[in-house]
Structure formats: structure tokens, C-alpha cells
């Protein structure tokens, strides 16, 4: 069995190209350049690689960039005073608290003291029921990784059935963070078919692997490094790794005056090869084309404070 790797790059590369087009238009149309402000903090693993890389895709697409680093210890009503602040600012149209944030900060309260009309991410409790049930609340910026799952799939013509089992595994912390529990459990209404089977389970769970033996769609969120054995898969099962862990960082061979991030996740893409079906893997494509969707989502809510 062929196992096919997951790239979303056709779906990344669409999403940027009608993104960067879209600002163009609207720039000329009214000219004003769209703003967007990130918030990242002093020593979260990644950041250091993930803030200037937020940066210069919002720089390249033509957005006007507010950036600002807090120390580890900031407390939230310093945070929130940064929020309140690009709230009322009128050259800022969308505002990023980069995940993850420091354990001691509520990722969830965060994306409440953002505006509905600037949280491009999907988080804001307004958001988050326009994802959920956009029949009845206009869907501002759909969440950007169930949208992107979904793009993906799409490209790779994968199409998720009735009478599949899902697992998704997931460490106790992510379950009992308000944030990442309400993410995960927003990606599985609005990607997992209303028949399939779905089950939540974390990484100590004694029925594991009874479970995983089981799933038709394996979805993976673990700080552990290459914690699911290939043994444990079921033949053809689709497994899509979520979380990015730094495991050391290494010289570059380009620069040697550069480290560069060895990145894993809960799984290798090489360990199911000839098992899987389809693997999302760690690095791969899952966070560009979440990325992409972002900055089309902070797009939108440039054009929707023009338009108004």
C-alpha cells in the first residue's frame, strides 16, 4: 500500500495568490495599506522561528505590520491592555495573539478581549457560533484549522465517510486548556461526518491502542515526540499530526552560522509508510495552509471595514 503524503500546497498556494490580489484591489480601491498586529512572547518553544515567519508573509501579501513581543511573565492585564489598545486602533484591522501562550495566560479569555471584528482566527466566542452555525450568525473569519483540514482533504481527494471511526488523541493538558479543547472539538463538528463515529481519548488512556487499531482518521495532538507506535495503525488509516514539537536545534548546511529547528510530531511519516493510507504530517502542510487562511480571514476584515 502507497501511503500519500499530505501537502495542501495547491490549496496554500490558491489561498495566497486570491489573498495577495484581493489586497492589491483594495489598496488601489481605497487607498489605504490593511494592518495587522501579532503578539507573541519572550521563550515559547518555536517562536523565534514562528513570529518572523508570520511577519514576512504578512509583509510579502502587503499588509503593514504592528509587532509585539512580551516577556514570559506578562501578566493578562498587561496583555489585555496591548488588546484594548489595537482594538480602537483604526490602521490596525486584525489582531494575532500567536499560540501557543504562556501557561499561566487564558488563551481562550485572550481571544474575548480581541473584538469580533479584528479575531481573524475563528476563536471569539461570536466566531466560533459562525463556524459552528453559519445559517444563523454570519461566519466573519471561518477557524483556520478545520478550514484548512478541509481545504486539504479536498485537494487530495479525500472524502471522510459516514460509517468511519475517528480517533482523536490528545495529551490531558490540550483537553483541559479552554482554548485548544474548544478548537479541537470546533475542527471535529466541521470536519467529521454527523455519522461517523468520534472519539476523544488522551495519550494515557489504557484503551489506546485498542482505539487507534480501530480509527479509519487518526487525529494526533502530543508534546511527546514520536509517540504513536506504527503498530498500533490500522492498514489505510488516515493519520493527521497536529502539534509541532522543537527537539533540538542544529547547525545550518546553508549558513553554518545558523541554527536551524528539527521539528517532530506525534508520529513520522517514514515509521507508517506502506501502513497508512494518507498521512498530514509533522512538519508539513497543515500550519502554511493555516497560515494562508489566516491572512486571507485578516483580508476580509480589512475589506469589511472599508466596505462599510
Excluded at 243 to 272: F, H, W
Aim: with cysteine; glycine share 6%.
Amino acid at each position: 500500500m502507497e501511503t500519500k503524503i499530505l501537502k495542501g500546497e495547491t490549496a496554500k498556494s490558491r489561498i495566497l495568490a486570491e489573498t495577495r490580489t484581493a489586497i492589491t484591489d483594495l489598496k488601489t480601491r481605497f487607498g489605504k495599506t490593511p494592518g495587522i498586529a501579532f503578539i507573541g512572547f519572550e521563550g515559547v518553544p518555536l517562536s523565534k522561528y514562528t513570529i518572523p515567519l508570520h511577519v514576512h508573509l504578512a509583509e510579502e501579501l502587503g499588509f503593514n505590520v504592528h509587532l509585539e513581543i512580551l516577556p514570559e511573565n506578562v501578566t493578562e492585564e498587561e496583555l489585555f491592555a496591548r488588546t484594548r489598545r489595537l482594538n480602537t486602533d483604526e490602521d490596525i484591522h486584525a489582531v494575532v495573539v500567536l499560540q501557543p501562550v504562556p501557561k499561566h495566560l487564558n488563551g481562550l479569555r485572550i481571544s474575548n478581549s480581541i473584538i469580533p471584528e479584528k479575531e481573524v482566527e475563528g476563536f471569539h466566542p461570536m466566531n466560533i457560533l459562525g463556524t459552528l452555525l453559519p445559517e444563523v450568525i454570519a461566519n466573519k473569519y471561518p477557524m483556520c484549522l478545520p478550514s484548512a483540514l478541509a481545504e486539504i482533504f479536498m485537494e487530495a481527494g479525500i472524502k471522510p465517510g459516514k460509517d468511519q471511526e475517528w480517533l482523536f488523541l490528545l495529551d490531558e493538558e490540550f483537553l483541559a486548556n479552554p482554548l485548544t479543547k474548544m478548537i479541537v472539538h470546533t475542527a471535529a463538528l466541521k470536519v467529521v461526518p454527523d455519522e461517523a463515529s468520534l472519539t476523544f481519548l488522551t495519550r494515557n488512556s489504557s484503551r489506546l491502542v485498542e482505539y487507534c487499531r480501530r480509527a479509519d482518521f487518526l487525529v494526533i495532538v502530543t508534546k511527546q515526540p514520536e509517540y504513536v507506535q506504527p503498530a498500533w495503525l490500522k492498514p489505510g488509516v488516515c493519520v493527521i499530526d497536529i502539534y509541532s514539537n522543537l527537539v533540538k536545534e542544529i547547525q545550518s548546511k546553508n549558513d553554518p552560522a545558523k541554527q536551524v529547528p528539527v521539528i517532530r510530531g506525534g508520529i513520522t511519516a517514514e515509521s507508517v509508510e506502506n501502513i497508512a493510507g494518507a498521512i498530514l504530517p509533522i512538519p508539513g502542510g497543515l500550519m502554511t495552509t493555516v497560515l494562508a487562511i489566516l491572512m486571507n480571514n485578516a483580508m476580509l476584515a480589512f475589506k469589511s471595514k472599508m466596505v462599510k
